[in-house]
């Protein structure tokens, strides 16, 4: 493997004073020859299962970095922001074999996007069970990244499809993010009646994470050309796009809930995947938020007083090009999917 050590200085912008300190890390190309990788989960035997927004899957073994192509993928919608997307594992999924897939369904005049579950079996995806079909789609603000929830629901989100007003409709199910029961029933305590619908008036949010202890959701979500939005999802929430944006009060907006950050006021960073740090590896990041972004090409860490983001620190400063996708290996190590188009999964460890 190709080893690049970055020797990292704390960086804080305009929230928060926290006390300067080095955190060195070294980062490693786990595997290389990649196509706009979207979305990774860690396997039960350490390895990682891979979406490649082009319509594929890959297996990936994280000790050689050697590829595996999963058959049996679904016909993708492949154009612009559009493809397969957001993926989890089952909390079952040694088991049973079950996945959860986001991906981008008909073409240009008559896109859509479709939340599904298979069961991953020889390396091959079988029984396909639509959960959300017919969900708006279009080229660009497509979403959609899926979580299951520590009492076990499964999430979705899913961008505003161009769409920018119907992030405000309730029955628009652009600029959502949707609650499940893992079958695809939709929970009798979902804030609206049968509906998927657990908050709203989001622009393109393509992070989910749940923080450990309290499980509570958060979530990140592109500004249009500035203030992209670290939120804290809450049951009914209404996130403002597009009458509103990043931490701007917006009074007389009914349930709306303020960024807990933006990144920044004047300029956007293309914020993607966020996860709560939990490992070993890093321990002064234990509950940490993490993130990575696309435009910058940085992975972030930010300080947390209960909900309160306190400050930042800027670990990888655009070394690697577009960060796509973060996860978080069981030995603490952590993994980033670039997004360049000719793309790696890097590894990183500490120094």
Known sequence: MRVMFTALVLLLAGIGTAAAQSAPIK?????????????????????????????????????????????????VRAESEAGALGLALDPDFAGNGRLYLCYSTGWTLSAGNRLSAF???????????????????????????????????????LGDATAAGGAQDVAYLGGKIFRLNRDGSIPADNPFPNSPVWS?????????????GDGALWSTEHGPDTQDEVNRIVKGGNYGWPLCRGTDPCPGLADYQPAKAEFDHANTIAISDLIFYQGDAFPDWRGDILFVALKTGRLYRLDLDGD?????????????GRLRDIAEGADGSLYLATDNGEDQILHLTPR
Request: net charge neutral.
């Open 200 to 212: 709203f008036g989001h622009r393109n949010p393509q992070g989910l994470a749940f923080r450990p």
């Open 308 to 320: 309160r983001i306190t400050g930042h620190q800027i670990l990888i400063d655009d070394d690697f």
């Open 27 to 75: 980062v490693a190309t786990l595997t290389d020859g990649l196509e706009h990788p979207w979305s990774m989960a860690v396997m039960p035997d350490g390895h990682l299962l891979v979406s490649e927004r082009p319509g594929r899957l890959q297996i990936i073994d994280a000790r050689t970095g050697q590829k595996r192509a999963v058959a049996g993928m679904p016909k």
């Open 119 to 157: 069961t991953l079996q020889d390396f091959s995806l079988r029984d396909e069970q639509v959960l959300l079909d017919d969900l708006p789609g279009a080229k660009w603000h497509n979403g959609c990244r899926v979580r299951v929830s520590p009492d076990g629901f499964l999430y979705a989100s």
